[in-house]
């Protein structure tokens, strides 16, 4: 299955947050979604994750206008990790993925035949399981954000939308939730995901799709992508690009204009 | 791990049960006259050996104050859990939104005109018309769209212009009896009121808590933030349409026929959270039967302490949630500097 936005404008009264962008997923690939501060990389994500309406375009989900798609469907088929980590009740890490269920349970009685096994699979593909009883309020960053991203999972969505999952880890919990999401994507899910770390983008994504102020700069693979020239373009900046492990690695060097 | 959570979850819930049905038999045998358990089930149950005036005091006097007490308790805890799970905020009460403040308006209004001595239960009704246009102003002042924070500002205006409306009618009272009948209707009691003040607020504080238990899922879907309850699959502006109109029913119906009992709306939901594992869902079941436990309780206590001039229930209820809501700031405080 695959989400696909066209022709997407929108606006905050007359300022354009995204200018005409047309994006698409692809099943068992990951896009991914990069540019700088302000270009309407989050805007974006939350058009496709039906939560901002665009003013012109419109987003397609496996073919079918989004809006004709019914709320419980949507949600069995889309899952969307926001930017910010939020839990607001010490709710235990069991009960927290298990929301992910929620579209499947019946509204009276709450039984969802699959839920319990969709749940230990989630749990068990973030490695996750020794926490199941802990709060999710006390947990570290990194526990969190492979919780929250188990909790996606457990919704056994086609389509996964992450804002910035790597947002705030260090190093070896941003390769950790990066791999996970790599191998579970080979499973056929398609994965959108929002990321500032270019050389990780580079690494994890089979296809880029680089904004500036709004409008789609470029999209391809990451080689075609992540040039010297469109650099300076989009971020303002030189940098040295390299090879290693067969990815490439971003390192900047200066930035060439004032960065507003 | 879950089964645990479970049990401890239907243990609390069924103790509070329990709890419910003996503060109700408590409830029925407190009073100036010194009547048996079994002289009450004589009574309750329409048995030829009991005298009229006894059948007289259970059925029309104390029958009423009992289930009064369960009913708008069980409302005000109820809606208090609702309203801290959408808000996310322990410190919410059903008040917060405008509910309270509009009935006791519509029901001063009522006293102030002296409609009650032409229609005898002019003052409920007012009471809850002014409760539900209150809500209506709010709903409208939020909008469809708006957020939870839009919700308690909008609540926190009416509320505020609602007091001071109650204020010009205590102020502009034409004697200072009127003005003693307004400041003692305010304080809240179960006093004196009969089967047909039970009739009148059962209907909405039923259907209004029955709107309200259907909203556990987007309560539990809101703990993780709007963004993700709405891609869960949960229509906020439903959901928010839904919590006001059922806070509207059943805290209007109550506070109508009541007036303003403070506290057990933001005490019932807190003191039960622990028992819920953090799940607001959980936590409406509890927060009624906690609720209910609770007025019952102080109902009683208000007989029991002051058996001569009967202490105001609403007074007793702000006597013990005050220094309970100067604790919850004292515990927040501790927490933030941690």
């Not at chain 1, 069991?94 to 039984?111: C, F, K, N, S």
């Not at chain 2, 007289?56 to 104390?62: K, N, S």
Request: aromatic share 4%.
């Amino acid at each position: 299955m695959i989400i696909e936005a066209r022709n997407i404008t929108t606006l905050i009264e007359t300022r354009r947050i995204l200018d005409d962008v047309s994006i698409a997923s692809k099943a068992g690939k990951i896009i991914g979604l990069i540019g700088p501060n302000g270009a309407g990389k989050t805007t974006l994500i939350r058009v496709l994750a039906g939560l901002v309406k665009p003013d012109r375009g419109q987003v397609l989900l496996d073919g079918r206008p989004m809006d004709e798609i019914t709320l419980t469907t949507r949600a069995r088929q889309l899952a969307y990790l926001p930017q910010e980590h939020i839990v607001h009740w010490p709710i235990s890490v069991y009960d927290l993925v298990a929301m992910g269920r929620l579209p499947y349970r019946h509204p009276l009685t709450g039984a969802d035949r699959h839920g319990q096994q969709a749940v230990q699979e989630a749990l068990q593909a973030m490695a996750i399981e020794h926490l199941a009883a802990r709060p999710a309020n006390q947990l570290s960053g990194g526990e969190l954000s492979r919780v929250l991203l188990a909790r996606a999972l457990a919704q056994t969505p086609q389509v996964l939308l992450a804002d910035e999952p790597t947002a705030g880890l260090d190093p070896a919990h941003k390769l950790q939730l990066l791999q996970h999401l790599s191998r579970i994507s080979k499973t056929g899910l398609s994965v959108i995901i929002v990321l500032h770390d270019l050389t990780l983008a580079a690494r994890f994504c089979d296809h880029l799709v680089l904004l500036k102020q709004g409008r789609l700069y470029d999209a391809g693979k990451p080689e075609a992508v992540l040039t010297p020239k469109a650099l300076l373009d989009v971020y303002q900046i030189t940098c040295h690009i390299d090879k290693a492990a067969g990815a490439l690695v971003i390192t900047p060097l200066a930035v060439e204009a004032t960065v507003s | 791990m879950k089964r645990t959570a479970s049990l401890k979850f239907m243990a609390v819930a069924a103790g509070l049960a329990l709890g419910v049905l003996v503060l109700f038999a408590l409830s029925l045998l407190t009073g100036a006259a010194q009547l048996s358990p079994l002289e009450i089930f004589h009574a309750l149950t329409g048995h030829d050996e009991i005298s009229e005036a006894i059948a007289l005091v259970i059925r029309e006097i104390r029958l009423p104050r009992a289930l009064l007490a369960l009913l708008i308790g069980a409302a005000l805890g109820l809606s208090g859990a609702a309203l801290q799970g959408w808000l996310r905020n322990p410190l919410a009460e059903p008040g917060l939104i405008g509910v309270s403040g509009g009935a006791a308006l519509g029901a001063v209004i009522a006293l102030y005109f002296g409609l009650a001595s032409h229609f005898a239960y002019a003052v409920p009704v007012c009471g809850i018309i002014g409760g539900f246009l209150a809500v209506a102003v709010v709903y409208f002042l939020t909008g469809r769209q708006g957020s939870p924070l839009t919700l308690i500002l909008a609540g926190v205006a009416i509320s505020a212009f609602s007091g001071a409306l109650t204020s010009l009618a205590l102020n502009m009272s034409p004697n200072p009896f009127a003005a003693m009948e307004i400041v003692f209707w305010l304080m809240g009691s179960l006093a004196d009121r009969s089967m047909d003040h039970v009739a009148l607020a059962a209907p909405f504080i039923v259907l209004g808590g029955g709107i309200l238990f259907t909203l556990g899922r987007s309560l539990d879907a809101v703990t993780l933030g709007e963004d993700v309850a709405a891609s869960l699959g949960i229509n906020l502006q439903q959901t928010q349409f839904l919590l006001i109109a059922g806070t509207a029913l059943s805290v209007g119906a109550a506070t109508s026929v009541a007036g303003t009992i403070g506290f057990v709306g933001l005490i019932a939901p807190h003191v039960l959270r622990p028992f819920t594992d953090g799940r607001p869902s959980r936590l409406l079941l509890l927060a009624a039967l906690g609720g209910a436990c609770l007025l019952l309780a102080a109902d009683i206590a208000v007989r029991v302490i002051t058996p001569t001039h009967e202490m105001k229930l609403g007074v007793l209820t702000a006597l013990m949630g005050a220094p309970f809501f100067l604790m919850l700031i004292l515990k927040a405080r501790q927490r933030m500097l941690q």
